[in-house]
Nanobody, 115 residues
């Protein structure tokens, strides 16, 4: 069994920042990709950012320049630094890992951007 637990979500004013964290545990063989997705009310889940085991990163156009993903395969942890948050960033944020072709997801952490 593999478990992922997110933390760091909350309520923040527009322009603020949050640092999301995710810790993976269990029978993990070798993580090839770590990432974050999000799902806003009434919308489909969308990719936010990914990082590969070699350190290559990819971001959704909507968050480029504002969000930064980092990951540590050895510690099985990842972070998403979110800056200059906008109301449209409000969503449940889910972390995931790809381990030998299998995807595992966390339960999600709520991020609400509102004044």
């Amino acid at each position: 069994q593999v478990h992922l637990v997110e933390s760091g979500g909350g309520l923040v004013q527009p322009g603020g920042s949050l640092r999301l964290s995710c810790v993976a545990s269990g029978n993990i063989i070798g993580i090839s990709v770590m990432g974050w997705h999000r799902q806003a009310p009434g919308k489909q889940r969308e990719l936010v950012a990914t990082i590969t085991s070699s350190g290559s990163t990819r971001y959704a156009d909507s968050v480029k320049g504002r969000f930064t993903i980092s990951g540590d395969n050895a510690k099985k942890t990842m972070h998403l630094q979110t800056n200059s948050l906008k109301p449209e960033d409000t969503a449940v944020y889910y972390c995931y890992i790809c381990d030998w072709g299998d995807d595992y997801w966390g339960q999600g952490t709520q991020v609400t951007v509102s004044s």
